[in-house]
Structure formats: structure tokens, C-alpha cells
């Protein structure tokens, strides 16, 4: 695996870690793809509850870690919550940067303002309170973003 390969999957929301996060500002960048005369891509995954009975793939991480991938790991509140010991080892790894995706999993441009703000607060604090990290990016559910999401 060639180190300077990385995968863009979804899209991706700068956060700027300052008091200036959630004020009311126009919205943040939206990341769709980096360069696209670049052999860069981003990896990134979602932690997030599922129908699933494991949720969870340890192979995937281990292997991750094993060969030395770097990746973004976009964790919703719920998540953390329901998983704090996973989401620590995660944002303890060097490799991984931790992201936001949001408290519930909702279609965000169906909410309101202040729902929108509620999950995204939400789950930052949930995130640094559990692991110590402030996230800087966030990815909102289902791909589902416009300007006042962002």
C-alpha cells in the first residue's frame, strides 16, 4: 500500500476549533474531493449505530493499523456514548483523526437551526469529554448538506 494514497469517501466539513465554531456565520467550506491532479486520497469511516448486532470491525482497524493507514473516523454521539472504550483507543491513535457525525444520525436538512446546532454540539462535547479530542471536521448523515447545514 504506496503511503502517499489516501481515499475521499463523503463529504467533509471543516469545523474551526475556536469559540467561533457555531456562530452564526455563513457556513463552513464543504470538502468534496481534494486535487484532482494529485494520487492523494482520504480514508474515512463512519462509527455510527447500525442495524447491526457488531457494529464494530476490529479487522478493519487492525489492519489499518498494522500497515500504517491513516484515516478519519467520523463518530456520531450515540456512538461514543454506547462505545466510550473503542472511541478512546481510536482517538489514541496517532494514525486516526477523530470527526463529528452528528448526535442522532438525522436528515439534517429536514431540522431546524437549532436542531442542527444541538447535534453538532452535542456530539463535540461527547467526543472531547470521551477522548480528549476536539473534532475539526464534521460529515453530515447520508451525504445530505447545503449552505445553512454547512
Known amino acids: 500500500m504506496k503511503k502517499n494514497m489516501t481515499i475521499i469517501a463523503g463529504i467533509c ?14 457556513g463552513a467550506p464543504i470538502i468534496e474531493h481534494g486535487p ?5 486520497v ?11 448486532a457488531d457494529e464494530y470491525d476490529e479487522k478493519v482497524v487492525e ?13 456520531s454521539g450515540r456512538w461514543v456514548e454506547k462505545n466510550p472504550e473503542k472511541a478512546k483507543y481510536l482517538a489514541d491513535q496517532p494514525q486516526f483523526e477523530i470527526a463529528n457525525h452528528s448526535y442522532y444520525h438525522p436528515h439534517l436538512l429536514e431540522k431546524d437551526d437549532a436542531r442542527v446546532l ?16 476536539t473534532p475539526k471536521y464534521f460529515r453530515p448523515p447520508f451525504a445530505e448538506v447545503d449552505e445553512r447545514v454547512a
Open 36 to 40: 484532482r491532479n494529485s494520487k492523494l
Open 63 to 75: 489492519v489499518l493499523l498494522r500497515e500504517k493507514v491513516p484515516a478519519t473516523i467520523f463518530m
Open 42 to 52: 482520504a480514508i474515512t469511516f463512519d462509527a455510527c449505530p447500525t442495524s447491526l
Open 13 to 26: 466539513i471543516f469545523l474551526a476549533a475556536s469559540s467561533a465554531l457555531f456562530a452564526e456565520t455563513p
Open 118 to 133: 444541538r447535534e453538532l454540539k452535542r456530539t463535540q462535547a461527547i467526543i472531547k469529554k470521551t477522548t480528549g479530542k
